[in-house]
């Protein structure tokens, strides 16, 4: 698990004590969110019956905090398995209990993935509408994480709009933030994001820099989902700098990694990379055969983002094939979708496509309209404007991290310097008090040696003096045993 989701694990058990639940509940629900960490990114279906038994157990006690959770974490799921109609009535459900029960990071949770889901079926206006009720929240809570990761969902949003620019700009603004507080999480996408400003303005090899740098933190990370993006940006640079090889292995890639976990929205992403990198090779029958099968899931599920770029590459195949009415149906759909979201790069090519289409059909009137919207809606000028904006940003960015990182070093050395200068201190104070100790010792020494020299020399006058006492006591006896008669001469005299 993430630190943030350890977090908010530690919130959710927090919050469970002080409703006074027993410990087993308490444990009951951290399995349950320990359970989503685990199996979000590798067991879709085996996350699912867990989730759903994580909301029936919220429902027998009626507790609308971990019910709002429960009901967002399923609809997650849905959303990575490309069950968008599923997805915002769960999301509504989370949002009615996270708004019962003052959960304020739930409810944002859910705003955003509702944004995310009216992004994926194409619909960029209500989208953006809950990005910014998310935004919004966040602010009212100080939540500069789910603020800084909103700016990621609103640069995509830019992004299919050709709005290059703001888009890099809303990205970089996040990733100072994100590289600051080491959330690779949000790091990955926002590098991602800036991979695909500079490749929608055409700088290929400067969104290659991006794209592996976030393709380096996912595979580190294990972000499987957001891996099947980054192959199919990788891809689309490459396809673009006419290196094919490269185009198809990182495709490979990403059908792999998208079919493990089961993640439809980038497997059929990448059927259609695929067709059209098969048209660059010119096997237009078999891009047909891919852009079929991607165009059946995506109405299917609604996926409306990506059908205008699909439309496109099929209405290609068809003019190549010299299938011109299909060409133009396939074209008319495209511009159709395109419209819709705002993706004014699709919409002319797809106006150019349709002028050569015309012309070839000796249609010179339908050639010509589409050729001046052709004009109308290239945004070539204005892509060298956004291409300029971008690299100032990233200027601007590196230099401001050089600025914070010769600030650090100089902050460190500084930290040292004082350091070093304390360990002086320290080292010539204890080296003065080891002298004192040293001197104070010889000192103690000598006058030890000199007071037990007096000792023993008054011990030896002692023993002299206790000698002489001895001596004359021994001389004395001797005297008086001389002059005084003995025992046996008094016994005899004296009866």
Request: aromatic share 14%; net charge positive; with cysteine.
């Amino acid at each position: 698990m993430d630190s943030f989701d350890k977090k908010i694990v530690l919130i959710l058990l927090i919050f469970a004590f002080k409703k006074g639940f027993s410990q087993n509940d308490s444990i009951l629900y951290k399995n349950y969110i320990v359970a989503y960490q685990d199996q979000v990114n590798k067991d879709l279906d085996k996350c699912l019956m867990k989730m759903n038994e994580y909301k029936t157990s919220a429902e027998q006690r009626y507790d609308k905090f971990f019910l709002a959770d429960a009901y967002y974490k399923i609809a997650v799921v849905y959303y990575k398995k490309s069950l968008f109609s599923q997805v915002k009535e769960y999301a509504d459900e989370s949002i009615k209990y996270a708004k019962l029960s003052n959960n304020s990071s739930v409810l944002m949770n859910a705003y955003n993935l509702i944004g995310a889901n009216y992004y994926n079926l194409g619909n960029l206006t209500l989208a953006e509408s809950y990005y910014s009720k998310k935004i919004n929240i966040a602010q009212t809570v100080n939540d500069s994480v789910k603020e800084f990761e909103t700016y990621y969902n609103l640069g995509l949003i830019y992004l299919q709009r050709g709005e290059y620019f703001k888009s890099a700009d809303m990205n970089f603004k996040s990733l100072a933030y994100f590289e600051k507080t080491k959330d690779t999480f949000n790091l990955t996408a926002s590098l991602s994001s800036i991979g695909s400003a500079y490749r929608g303005a055409k700088d290929y090899r400067s969104a290659l820099k991006f794209l592996y740098k976030a393709e380096k933190l996912a595979k580190l990370k294990n972000y499987s989902y957001d891996l099947g993006g980054i192959y199919n940006d990788i891809a689309y640079c490459y396809q673009e700098l006419n290196k094919l090889d490269s185009v198809w292995l990182n495709l490979e890639f990403a059908e792999i990694v998208s079919s493990q976990i089961k993640d439809d929205f980038h497997y059929y992403m990448t059927l259609t990379s695929k067709a059209s990198c098969l048209n660059k090779l010119g096997r237009y029958r078999e891009s047909l055969k891919y852009c079929l099968v991607s165009e059946k899931f995506n109405l299917e599920n609604q996926s409306e983002i990506s059908l205008f770029n699909l439309y496109g590459i099929m209405g290609e195949s068809y003019f190549h094939l010299n299938l011109l009415d299909s060409a133009l149906i396939a074209n008319y759909k495209g511009n159709y979708y395109s419209k819709k979201q705002g993706a004014y790069k699709a919409l002319s090519d797809n106006c150019h496509l349709l002028s050569t289409i015309f012309e070839k059909k000796n249609k010179t009137d339908s050639a010509l309209k589409y050729l001046k919207l052709y004009v109308v809606f290239s945004d070539s000028t204005q892509k060298a404007e956004q291409l300029r904006g971008i690299s100032q940003k990233e200027f601007l960015f590196e230099k401001q991290n050089q600025e914070n990182l010769r600030a650090k070093e100089k902050q460190l050395a500084s930290v040292k310097l004082a350091q070093q200068k304390r360990i002086n201190v320290i080292v010539s104070v204890a080296s003065v008090l080891l002298l004192v100790l040293i001197i104070i010792g010889i000192i103690n020494y000598k006058q030890k040696q000199k007071a037990n020299a007096l000792v023993l020399e008054q011990k030896k006058l002692l023993e002299h003096k206790q000698k002489e006492i001895i001596d004359s006591i021994n001389y004395a006896k001797r005297i008086q045993n001389a002059l005084l008669p003995t025992k046996k001469y008094i016994h005899k005299y004296l009866k």
